[in-house]
């Protein structure tokens, strides 16, 4: 999983997942994800985490993965991101590997791009790199004050899975959108003017910045062949509407969509009350979870493990 350029992402808070491995736990490599037993390509992605800790620590047996997700799965809210740099952590520590966190996000990167970013709290930057030694994230320093006040508005349309997965979405979208080099060389831009809007705690800059960029990679989305797109019509609703209160009122808020139908309005803690009001009005039937930035990785002993 190498990407064609750098990216940055915060990592949440309230948007996480626990995971549990144990080796030698089944007889076959088995996932179940919040008490389902999962087959076909999402057991496809856990395992090529785990093969890869089972050849650093030369062990062969079969992993049983148990994995709570509290974020909803495969909705563009970067569940795989969350789930797989758990496995990633769970699965080194049950093999008894030390692995710091450049070498877990590498490992994690194998599960599913996002991941490599989703080891690191706060800010985290993933350098893309050019092969796998070289292609890893580290935490990128932001303002104290901006780093305590950022708030993430997640506004969820829908928390069903979405028709076409991030790896496969955005492949098609390299291989066939006309727009994707001018995404490549935008993204680039738009990191090199984030990265001191975020030292400088310069949130308007953060915010303007992150919410072009993402919507260029959904216009590049629209222009693959055969076109796809990952808005809903509310999606556009919510973004055109955020814009015009922006405008109206001066409050600092700014929309970002992964891929998925759901947005994410980025603003300062001390607009989110009245944000929250103007969401109930306009867009009465989204689901809306409030966040901030959060912690890094880490390891929980389970009463099983410690008898
Ligand atoms: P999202 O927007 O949720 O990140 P993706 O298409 O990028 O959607 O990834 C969703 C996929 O990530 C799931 O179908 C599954 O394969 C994988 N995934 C999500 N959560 C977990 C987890 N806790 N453990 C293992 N794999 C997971
Ligand atoms: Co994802």
Redesign the pocket.
Known sequence: MLPANDSLSLTLADFY?E?RVTFGGAAKDT?R?DDQTLTG??LT??VKVVDQVRSLAHIQSAALIE?Y?HVP????????????A??AGAAAKAAGLTLDHRQLSRLARRG?G?ATRSIDGGFVRWFAGHDDDSSFAMPVAAAPELLASIRVVAVVFSDQP?SI??TDGMARTAATSSYFAAWTERADEDLTLLLPALRQGDFRAVGTIAEGNALAMHAATLAARPPFTYFLPSTLALIQQVGQLRERTGIPVYATV???PNVKLLTLAPYVTQLQLWLQTEFPTAQVTITHAGPEMSYHQTRKEEN
Do not use: F, W
Request: charged share 10%; net charge positive; no cysteine.
């Open positions: 997942t995971t996932l994800l390509p999402a992605k856990a994995s997700n799965t495969a909705a563009g809210l970067a569940s795989s991101a969350s789930g797989m758990a496995l599913s996002s979405k997965g991030s992964d891929a998925g």
